[in-house]
T-cell receptor, first 111, second 112 residues
Framework: GAGVSQSPSNKVTEKGKDVELRCDPISGHTALYWYRQRLGQGLEFLIYFQGNSAPDKSGLPSDRFSAERTGESVSTLTIQRTQQEDSAVYLC?????????FGPGTRLLVL | GEDVEQSLFLSVREGDSSVINCTYTDSSSTYLYWYKQEPGAGLQLLTYIFSNMDMKQDQRLTVLLNKKDKHLSLRIADTQTGDSAIYFCAESGAGNNRKLIWGLGTSLAVNP
């Protein structure tokens, strides 16, 4: 079946611009996670959605970062006024229970 | 805070066994995972173990968990060149938010 998909696969933007990243989870998976992987570092948790419950935003690094998810469908991660330190691979994972299945990621480069 | 540590590099000969080690600090970890990341590819879930288990075997993969020492290992039997990748150890807690805490990854090089 279809896995987690993310778009765009690559994004180059200028410092100060806003970007929007999209995640299409596996159908039927109630939980959705966003992570960030900066070069040479491990993955960092950003935000978690579970059904219609309030999201856990505890990993978002600043108020420039926000994310939305409607029900159990698509999620978007928005970064406003991008900075060079936002350059990273942004990964989305969806989960039915205890396992998380990852998308291919969006590689973001902020010039 | 929570932390997961792994050695950064491992080099083995084709046909030998590889053992990748991981330590973690969160004693309330519920599940521990091994993911594989090949160059240019996404993260692939290899296997995972529930914290009340000591061992899990899946074909060439054996996971050992020493909960007392908070030590997890992944053994790959008969390592092949296709096993060359970065292997990540991750742990999650109980509760609804099973956010994963990750190690930096171990880069496995398999030499012919």
């Amino acid at each position: 079946g279809a896995g987690v998909s993310q778009s765009p696969s690559n994004k180059v933007t200028e410092k100060g611009k806003d970007v929007e990243l999209r995640c299409d989870p596996i159908s039927g998976h109630t939980a959705l996670y966003w992570y960030r992987q900066r070069l040479g570092q491990g993955l960092e948790f950003l935000i978690y959605f579970q059904g219609n419950s309030a999201p856990d935003k505890s990993g978002l690094p600043s108020d420039r970062f926000s994310a939305e998810r409607t029900g159990e469908s698509v999620s978007t991660l928005t970064i406003q006024r991008t900075q060079q330190e936002d350059s990273a691979v942004y990964l989305c994972a969806s989960s039915p229970t205890e396992t998380q299945y990852f998308g291919p990621g969006t590689r973001l480069l902020v010039l | 805070g929570e932390d997961v540590e792994q050695s950064l590099f491992l080099s083995v000969r084709e046909g030998d066994s590889s053992v990748i080690n991981c330590t973690y600090t969160d004693s309330s970890s519920t599940y521990l995972y091994w993911y594989k990341q090949e160059p240019g590819a996404g993260l692939q879930l290899l296997t995972y173990i529930f914290s009340n288990m000591d061992m899990k075997q899946d074909q060439r993969l054996t996971v050992l968990l020493n909960k007392k020492d908070k030590h997890l290992s992944l053994r790959i039997a008969d390592t092949q060149t296709g096993d060359s990748a970065i292997y990540f150890c991750a742990e999650s807690g109980a509760g609804n938010n099973r956010k994963l805490i990750w190690g930096l990854g171990t880069s496995l090089a398999v030499n012919p």
